[in-house]
């Protein structure tokens, strides 16, 4: 059977910013009609390649030459590429939340008639889009009202409304529930099945494996190799072996669990949703973590994990109704952030762009900004000891960057995460909770991250684990939580964890019994 014709080819792309290479003499070839996968540990070059194709880096930005469809391509911008049938999806979704799908589908493509915007053959055409993308819902509705998984529907609907030709996806997944995450895929091997190609960017490695028939590695910014997967025979493991450079015979460091006493315990808390009186988000939650111990906490999506964590972390959502909070066996009260703070309490969010840094902010200023106390004197901040705490951390955690007085906003998604977990290190938690720490970012950065994980219980502090990835827990926990809208269905130790048993408890109101 004879290959298809090759649609893309970006030959010798280099690309650099002030002090830094992001690509070097990159290459890449995609064929017409296939799933083309482009991975690499962050800060791989991935997302800068595809900015470069699509005209968010313009052409004069960079130096190799762009050949699609036969002719070589000079983007002045995403217009240019998108009236060419270049579509890219990045990984934050720019959509408006007021707008209704309809007018976000169309924003800045509108139909005219008359010199008017043709709101009766918009809502006709974007009805038609939706159920190309097997999104039901009314056209009218706000983009705000619905889940995430939908929003990226009506992301992919707006590219077919700009009648796309190659569509880039750009961790499509990352933020998306397992049955959201499936039905993408399955949307993407209908795509391939009416000859539309797709390029896509994901961490997920089980992923990349089961829908893409190529996938091209990328590392420091240079081109590895591109496999085949069916003639390669690719797995996962073949995968981390070009991403990395090496064989990571396992996906968590080696580790003897040294566990100690209780030292922090929530018992009977129940918390009420912020904007509904009649909806619990935590009903009578009790749970322990022992110095030196990793707990885990897995549920669905909306399960309330999230409000948990943060309404322990000083109260911050939803309106506490009852409950009680232990430490070393006296009762504390954690009415503000600050108390939690005071207490020993540490807490990263899921949404490091928008809740755990200021993007606005440079490196230094982030990782100390959760406990300025510490390097002030006087009510001001000793500039020498912030730059040298900062370049400790750099150091210690191994943060990619040429100077710590860069902006986050510079920084891959990985390196984000670990300033991340600097700052809170910074104040020195005795209990630090991490809300999907690894979410969208590479197998080497989730391996450091697990290395950092490990040497803070073995300093005798307790770290929960809140994941959407039950390998992840399975592998990283001592003890593992299950919860269902909003109350603990179980307890399973290490020993008995399995992803079966896991997704029981996740999907079952009944109380478990401890293990």
């Given at each position: ?138 056209p009218d509705t706000l983009v705000k009202d619905i889940g995430v998984g939908k929003q990226q529907l009506v992301e992919i609907a707006k590219a077919f409304a700009k009648d ?352």
């Amino acid at each position: 059977m004879s290959q298809a014709p090759t649609l893309l080819e970006m030959r010798s792309i280099t690309k650099t910013f002030p002090g830094v290479k992001a690509l070097a003499d990159v290459n890449l070839a995609v064929r017409e009609g296939e799933i083309h996968a482009i991975c690499g540990e962050n800060g791989a070059g991935k997302s800068t390649l595809m900015k470069v194709l699509s005209g968010v880096h313009p052409h004069g930005s960079y130096s190799g030459e762009i050949v699609y469809r036969g002719e070589q391509v000079r983007f002045s911008g995403i217009r240019a590429s998108e009236q060419a049938g270049i579509v890219i999806i990045h990984q934050e979704l720019a959509l408006v939340p007021g707008m209704s799908i309809t007018e976000n589908i169309f924003l800045g493509n509108e139909p005219r008639r008359r010199g008017s915007i043709d709101w009766k053959a918009a809502q006709h055409r974007a009805l038609e889009l939706m159920e190309q993308v097997g999104l039901q819902e009314d056209p009218d509705t706000l983009v705000k009202d619905i889940g995430v998984g939908k929003q990226q529907l009506v992301e992919i609907a707006k590219a077919f409304a700009k009648d796309v030709k190659l569509l880039i996806l750009d961790e499509p997944t990352a933020a998306l529930n397992e049955d959201d995450s499936q039905h993408l895929l399955d949307l993407l091997r209908g795509f391939r099945a009416r000859g539309i190609t797709s390029i896509i960017i994901s961490h997920k490695l089980n992923e990349i494996e089961a829908i893409a028939d190529s996938i091209t590695i990328l590392r420091d910014g240079r081109t590895i190799e591109t496999l085949d997967v069916k003639a390669d025979g690719v797995n996962e493991d073949r995968i981390v072996r070009g991403m990395v450079g090496r064989e990571l015979s396992s996906r968590f460091p080696d580790r003897t669990p040294d566990i100690g006493e209780v030292f922090f315990e929530v018992r009977d808390w129940t918390v009420r949703h912020p904007s509904s009186d009649e909806r619990l988000v935590c009903k009578g939650s009790t749970f322990t973590v022992r110095r030196g111990e990793i707990v885990g906490f897995a549920g669905l999506m909306g399960a309330g994990r999230t409000e948990l964590a943060m309404s322990l972390f000083g109260r911050s959502y939803g309106s506490w109704l009852s409950g009680q909070v232990f430490k070393d066996g006296t009762e504390i009260q954690l009415k503000s952030v600050a108390d939690a703070i005071r207490h020993g309490l540490a807490y990263v969010s899921e949404d490091r762009k928008s809740i755990g840094l200021n993007l606005l902010d440079d490196i230094k200023t982030s990782m100390v900004a959760a406990k300025l106390s510490k390097i002030t004197r006087r009510g001001v901040v000793d500039p020498v000891r912030e730059h040298r705490i900062a370049e400790d951390y750099r150091t210690s955690l191994r943060i990619k960057t040429p100077s710590v007085d860069e902006g986050v906003v510079k920084l891959s998604g990985g390196n984000q995460q670990k300033v991340v977990l600097a700052k809170w290190m910074f104040t020195d938690p005795d209990l630090l909770i991490l809300d999907e720490p690894t979410r969208g970012i590479d197998v080497g950065a989730k391996y450091e991250i697990y290395g950092i994980i490990q040497r803070l219980v073995s300093q005798g502090k307790g770290v929960v684990v809140i994941s959407s990835e039950l390998p992840e827990l399975i592998g990283l926990c001592d003890r593992i939580y299950t919860v269902f809208e909003g109350t603990i269905t179980g307890e399973v130790h290490r020993r008995d964890a399995d992803p079966e048993l896991l997704m029981k408890q996740m999907t079952a109101m009944k109380k478990s019994p401890t293990p």
